[in-house]
Each structure stands twice: as C-alpha cells, then as structure tokens.
C-alpha cells in the first residue's frame, strides 16, 4: 500500500517536475525533484508508561547507501521494554521499538552492491554509522554507529532512530544481513538480536566438549542453550520458571531450578564458561562461584541503569573472569544466521498481531513469553 502510495508520489512528483510546477516539499530551490520520505505505519511508544499506540510515520526518503526492506516479521525483545519505560535513560517520543527485524528488500540506493531488488533482508540492533570507514568489524562497539531506535539521527524526519514494529524499514545496506533461504521469517527475526547477541559471547569463550552454565532462559537463553549444544557443549540451563524445564530438557540441556541460592552450591567451579541472560540486577555471586578458576562469566542481560553489583573478594577467590557482551559484529551477525540456517538452529515463537504487543510485553516482563513474541507488520 505505502509502495504503491509512495510510487504515486514519486510519478507525481516527477510529471510536477517536468509541468514545472512549484509545489514546495520535494522540490529543492533548483527545481529538481528529491526523493519522497517513506510512509510507515507502526506501533509506538508516546510516554514511559509501556503501553504501545497505532502511528503512522515517515522515515527518510531512500538515500544511496540504503536500502528499503517491506517488514515481513518483527519480534520482541526485553531491551525494547526496558528502552521505553525509561530504564536506560530518558527516551524522546514517539519511539518505535524493535531491533529484530527481517523482510524484502523492496529499493537499493544508488551506491549499494550487497543487495539487489526482492532479497531477504534482516536487520538487528544497528542501523548506520556517521563514519563508517572507521567502524571495523565489531561496528557495535565504535562511537558513531546509530542503534536501531531512539538514537538521534538526523537523517529521520522524526529525528531519532525508529524501529522495527513497522510496515517498512530504511537502513543503511551495510548494517542488513542476507537472512538464508531455510530460515521462514519468523524464525529469522528473533536471530537478529537475540541469536547473535548470544552466539558472539559463545564464540568467544566456548569450545567444544565445554560444561556451559545458561542463566535465564528466555528469548536469549532459550537460543544460547541451543546455540551452545549445537557447537558441541554439555549445557545446564538455570531457571526460576518451573514450567519452562520441560521445553530445556528437550533441548537436549540439564534443567536447574532456582528458588534461592542453596540451589546453585553443588555447582561450584564445574563450568567452563556461564552465560546470564538475565535482564534485571541480581545477586551474582553464587552464579559466579559455579564458573571454573580462569573461566568466563559474560552478561548479555542489561538491568535497570546498567547497574550491576558484584563483590571484589568473589570475583578474587573464584578467579573468574567477569564480562558484558553487547551483541555482534555486522560479519559475524551473517555467520550466525548461515550457522542457525545450516545447522538446525530455531528460536520458539508466538506469533502475535499488533493489537497483541502490549498483552506480550506484559507478558515477557512476567516470564511468560515462550520463548519470543514474533509481530506481523500485516497486522497494523
Ligand atoms: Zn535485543
């Protein structure tokens, strides 16, 4: 609908053009004819209560480096939650949230190689980068990268960022990845920052044969227990949800469940490497102690404030070493989508509408999402 309405524009635009009519936006002061922004539909946060309205927006006309993606699928992830009720900082609105998001491409910019016309496209938590020539390859952690929502962009008609729960998508070709053709839609989304933001720390600080403790088993944990078994580890997965043991078993991973630390003492220095993917502060250092001398603890998960406590003398005594991840390169983004394609490697979803998106956050912040709320931007 907006393609058509935007082609419209377009011809209108241009046979304006041409009649040499002055009509103002989309003409410059030489007359010549600027690309018309993108009519979006989606839904948006307007305040830091956590509830999500209907929007329609614009985003920016499709610039050379770009491309233009038509959002088959757009899931939910516990960061947008955080971002729009403030937890992170104070957000300017209306913000549309979602950074896992994946469709057609639909336009390529001029300048752009990696994508043509009707390719599956997705897109995770970046957008662009002011200097891209000096981004490398873990563009996620250079000062210039734009995230996916609520970041300051002047190049948006809004002026930040705004994300995936949308008909229609602008991004840099750059930060989209090509989604394999064994991935349905639905499946792909939740990889986009989910996938990757537990396979890069799996990557880094696991080998084959290792024990691996996964802490929190939602939308991440559930994909790290499966990343993390596919890449040869023998996996216990942590949980304070009961009903969640059963779907850990058949993931082929031993299921503990946590009612208060005691449960956690016959595991002291049994693993290799611990992954948490738990989103809210929590007491750490029992879950620390299970980690082998010289091992890795990562976080994945980000609390309220990024704030986090840990004792000096643990981390002394167990000799672990304590780190946060913040999701992955562009490259290694494609790697894991190839590796999740190849290897079997699929995220359980609920597929929602978009009248469903406020009921699933609630739903997620309860832990009752299993494992990721998938949205259909036909819905809106
Ligand atoms: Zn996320």
Redesign the pocket.
């Known amino acids: 609908m907006n393609e058509i309405k935007n082609k419209d524009r377009r011809d209108f635009l241009a046979k304006a053009a041409v009649a040499g009519v002055a009509i103002g936006a989309g003409t410059n002061l030489f007359g010549a004819v600027n690309k018309p922004n993108i009519a979006c539909k989606g839904w948006a946060a307007f305040d830091e209560s956590g509830e999500l309205r209907p929007w329609k927006f614009e985003r920016r006309a499709v610039g050379d480096d770009d491309i233009l993606i038509e959002v088959m699928a757009a899931s939910i992830?516990?960061?947008?939650i955080h971002t729009e009720l403030g937890h992170w900082g104070k957000q300017i609105y209306p913000q549309v949230p979602g950074?896992?998001i994946v469709g057609l491409v639909r336009e390529v910019g001029k300048n752009v190689k990696n994508f043509k016309i009707g390719d599956r496209a997705g897109v995770?938590?970046m957008v662009d980068n002011t200097d891209i020539a000096t981004a490398g390859s873990e563009e996620q952690y250079s000062k210039n990268t734009i995230f996916t929502y609520g970041h300051p962009y002047p190049k948006e008609p809004t002026g930040i960022s705004q994300g995936g729960y949308s008909d229609y998508f602008v991004v840099n070709s750059h930060f989209a990845i090509h989604i394999p053709n064994e991935l349905s839609w639905d499946e792909a989304a939740p990889l986009?920052?989910?996938g990757i933001?537990t396979y890069s720390p799996i990557m880094k600080y696991m080998k084959k044969g290792d024990n691996v403790a996964i802490i929190g088993i939602g939308?991440?944990g559930h994909l790290g227990i499966k990343i993390a078994i596919t890449k040869g580890a023998k996996v216990t997965a942590f949980t304070t949800t009961k009903s969640k043991i059963k779907d850990i078993e058949s993931w082929g991973a031993k299921a503990v469940l946590v009612k208060s630390s005691d449960d956690l003492a016959p595991f002291r220095a049994k693993f290799d490497f611990a992954l948490s993917t738990i989103p809210y502060e929590f007491e750490m250092e029992p879950y620390i102690a299970m980690v082998k001398p010289f091992g890795s603890f990562t976080l994945v998960g980000m609390p309220i404030n990024f704030s986090q406590k840990t004792q000096t003398l643990n981390l002394a005594s167990t000799k672990v070493n304590l780190n946060a991840s913040l999701?992955g390169g562009m490259k290694e983004t494609a790697e894991m989508a190839e590796f999740c394609a190849k290897a079997g490697v699929r995220p359980n979803i609920v597929k929602i509408t978009g009248e469903k998106i406020n009921q699933a956050w609630r739903d997620v912040v309860a832990k009752r999402a299993r494992y990721r709320f998938v949205i259909d931007p036909k819905s809106f």
Do not use: K, Q, R, Y
Not at 77 to 80: F, K, L, V, Y
């Open positions: 992830c516990h960061s947008d950074h896992e995770g938590c986009m920052c989910a933001t939308g991440l999701i």
